[in-house]
Each structure stands twice: as structure tokens, then as C-alpha cells.
């Protein structure tokens, strides 16, 4: 199977050498890899450049925009400037972070669980994270969701979900979207991812805002982003975000925030988050 690969990077001067050194060992290699520098003011472009003469089927290309780091918009946005630098013979479509270290077989393990079943959707491994020398797993999320630094999509599934939202839930929209279109979404444990940098390190408290926003965005309702943000809070081990989360909400609600998704999808959303809590009671 053929894929391609696109990096958002901003300033990711210290990781991005051994994100694409570790691609470059893949037992399988990508057809393409597209880094969007997007606005960095460090030695990223520079590391880039250099990797891509090497290694040909590296490129690089440039993106200015809003020098806040905020999740959501800003990462997709790069990501879908280099999408539109390929062309569509691709059997899966890869959205990286700039600061991983994957295993070599790692594409090889998503290649076989894509050729197993068709009606696979999304593949994908587990993130770690390194404390105390040790590599631990970033439990910030269900074992059977794909955390946003390294998600591969099935082509027929990436066209049908309508590509991935310029918006924060971005990562929980698209694969809400392939259960939606009864695609399934598929995890592997086997599959250890090192992160480099702990999710949202760089965030400020506006990021924890646009959380609450999200949920809100997802249709979830009240009591479904009450629980989830308690959730998410606790993982996170501070309860205290856990306003932060509500008080994006009610901010989306007052102001009537844009949906990312369409009533339909949003009943099909609720009920299925409702099963899922129901799951785990019994």
C-alpha cells in the first residue's frame, strides 16, 4: 500500500531530526513526506533542507501564520496546505507530528491491519511518554481512540469524513465521523510511539477554553461534556481545568458557535458516547 505523509512544524528544531530519521527506517518506506513549516523562527527549515537531500522523497514547504500555538486550527490549516501538494495515488493518508519516534515496523504493522479488513477506517498506535527514564503511555485517552500526533486514514475514509476540521476536536470529530459511516477505527498496542513533548505543553489558558468550545462544537451537550471534562481533567491529574472546560462551553453557547457536525451526526454522537458510559457501568 502506497502513503503519504504530511508534518505541521512549528519551531521543532530539537525533535524534528529524529522524527524523520525514524521514518527514514521504516521497514516500509512512505512515497511522500511533506513538512509545512508553519512560521518557525528556529533552525526547522534549515534540518529540514538538509534531511530532504537525502532523502528524496522528504520536501519541504512554507506557511506563515499566527505565531500563537493553539490547537486545532492552526495544525490543520498546515496540514491541508501540504495536502494540496499531492496528488491522490495514495492508499492511506498520514497527519504527523514533527516530534515522534516511531518503531521501525511501525507503517508495516498499519499496512497489514489496513489489508485485513476493508471496512477499516483509521489505524494507529499508542503514545509514551519518558519519565524518570522510563517510557510510560500518555494515558490521556480511551485505549480504541488515536491520538492526533499520529493518525493514518484510509483513503475511501478520509474523502468520505470530508477531510479533517480546521478546528479544536478535530481528532475526536474524524473518527467520531468514521463510526458515523460504519468504518471502523483500529488500535495497536504493539505499536509504541515515543512523544517527545507532552500534549499541550505550549498551550495557554485559552487552549483550555477551546476544549469546553469543542465538546460544544461536537454537539455532546451539557451532560455529556460534564463528564468528559471531569474525565479529562483528572487524567491530566488537574482538577481545576475541569472549569476551565466548562467555562469554554458556555462561552460556545453563549456565542453560538459554528457546529462541526450536523444534527444527525450529533444524535448519532450523543447516543453513542451514552453507550460507551453505560459500557463501562456494567
Not at 500563537?68 to 495514495?90: C, M, R, T, W
Not at 468514521?178 to 488500535?187: G, L, S
Not at 505499536?191 to 487552549?207: E, I, R, S
Not at 482538577?239 to 444524535?267: C, H, N, S
Request: aromatic residues 12%; glycine residues 6%; positive net charge.
Amino acid at each position: 500500500m502506497r502513503y503519504y505523509i504530511v508534518i505541521p512544524a512549528h519551531n521543532e528544531e530539537a525533535f524534528i531530526s529524529l522524527t524523520l530519521k525514524s521514518l527514514a527506517a521504516q521497514t516500509v518506506l512512505p512515497q511522500q513526506v511533506v513538512v509545512v513549516n508553519d512560521n518557525s523562527t528556529d533552525n526547522t527549515h534549515a534540518i529540514v533542507s538538509d534531511l530532504a537531500e537525502r532523502f528524496p522523497w522528504i520536501s519541504i514547504i512554507e506557511k506563515k501564520s499566527d505565531a500563537i500555538h493553539l490547537p486545532g486550527s492552526k495544525v490543520i490549516q498546515a496540514f491541508q496546505k501540504g495536502y494540496e501538494q499531492l496528488n491522490d495515488n495514495y492508499d492511506f493518508i498520514v497527519k504527523l507530528d514533527a516530534d515522534l519516534i516511531l518503531p521501525p515496523n511501525y507503517f508495516e504493522t498499519i499496512i497489514r491491519i489496513f489489508q485485513s479488513d476493508s471496512e477499516i477506517g483509521m489505524a494507529g498506535g499508542f503514545a509514551y511518554i519518558e519519565k524518570n527514564g522510563d517510557w510510560i503511555l500518555e494515558n490521556l485517552t480511551d485505549k480504541d481512540h488515536i491520538r492526533g500526533a499520529f493518525k493514518a486514514y484510509r483513503k475511501a475514509c478520509f474523502e468520505q469524513i470530508g477531510g479533517l476540521k480546521p478546528a479544536m476536536g478535530w481528532d475526536t470529530v474524524d473518527e467520531l465521523l468514521c463510526k458515523f459511516y460504519n468504518w471502523k477505527v483500529v488500535t495497536d498496542t504493539s505499536l509504541q510511539v515515543k512523544h517527545l513533548k507532552p500534549t499541550g505543553a505550549n498551550y495557554n489558558k485559552t487552549a483550555r477554553y477551546k476544549q469546553g468550545a469543542a465538546f460544544y462544537s461536537l454537539r455532546y451537550g451539557f451532560i455529556i461534556t460534564a463528564i468528559a471534562s471531569l474525565k479529562l481533567a483528572l487524567l491530566k491529574k488537574k482538577p481545576l481545568l475541569f472549569i476551565d472546560y466548562m467555562i469554554g462551553f458556555l462561552k460556545a453557547w453563549l456565542g453560538k458557535k459554528p457546529y462541526l457536525v450536523t444534527p444527525e451526526q450529533g444524535r448519532f454522537i450523543r447516543k453513542y458516547r451514552f453507550q460507551k458510559m453505560k459500557a463501562k457501568l456494567t
